[in-house]
């Protein structure tokens, strides 16, 4: 049975979080949303909008609304008798997405190649030598350490195509992806392995060679039969939703 779950900030920092531009609703959205993408809410939890509304010190209302805006871009389920669930993804949909992840990304890499300022490019260079470094290093935080960088890495070439509409998108698609993602660099081994494709990856941007870069970067995050079998090794059942 799923542990139902109250998202909800560090002791003293609701009324902070509430604060600024935009709703109520607005703010906690993005509070939510950020607790989905780092996986501190995983898929198949419950979010309790009573407990949520006492925490934040708000009426049910904008929570619920930020609910129906994190439903909106699949972030979360709105069930029957049940609530709002975080959402979780059937093996068919994932795969399906991480193969419109890799064009994305793809055209991103290739559009970096021809755009990037050298300011860019000398950002890209550092991030592909922080994630070669990171993939050597040995400790239980290596792994999260790396995931930092890694995340580091594709933003740069994402800003780097200077399209913000193909970056809004493959943003969008990334986040939804990402309590899955993380589970690809379990080992030291997955870690080296991206990392030296981080740095095919650099080295076509760099040398402006828009093709390699589209295919390096497409192959890079292609979901091969190897990767989905990691993923199911590793994923909680409650990640994959049950196809009726």
């Not at 909800?8 to 906690?28: N, V, Y």
């Amino acid at each position: 049975m799923r542990k139902e779950t109250v998202a909800t900030p560090a002791d003293g920092k609701e009324e902070g979080l509430l604060r600024g531009s935009g709703t109520h609703a607005d703010a906690i959205y993005r509070y939510l949303e950020q607790e989905i993408v780092s996986g501190r809410l995983e898929p198949g939890e419950k979010l309790d909008d009573v407990s949520l509304a006492k925490r934040f010190g708000v009426s049910k209302t904008p929570i619920r609304e930020a609910f129906l805006q994190l439903a909106a871009i699949d972030f979360v389920q709105i069930r029957q008798r049940v609530g709002a669930v975080v959402s979780p993804l059937s093996l068919q949909r994932m795969v399906q997405m991480f193969e419109v992840m890799a064009e994305l990304e793809g055209m991103c890499a290739a559009l970096a190649a021809a755009r990037m300022t050298t300011v860019e490019r000398d950002a890209l260079a550092h991030a592909m030598a922080r994630c070669l470094d990171l993939a050597q290093k040995e400790g239980p935080d290596a792994g999260k350490e790396y995931a930092e960088a890694n995340f580091n890495f594709h933003e740069i070439v994402y800003r780097g195509s200077h399209n913000d509409f193909l970056q809004e998108q493959t943003t969008l698609l990334r986040k939804r992806l990402a309590p899955y993602r993380r589970y690809w660099l379990t080992t030291p081994a997955r870690l080296r392995k991206s990392s030296r494709e981080h740095e095919q990856v650099a080295h076509a941007i760099l040398e402006c060679r828009e093709e390699a870069a589209h295919a390096l970067m497409k192959q890079h995050l292609t979901l091969q039969t190897e990767l989905v079998s990691v993923l199911l090794d590793h994923l909680p059942a409650s990640y994959l939703a049950v196809v009726k």
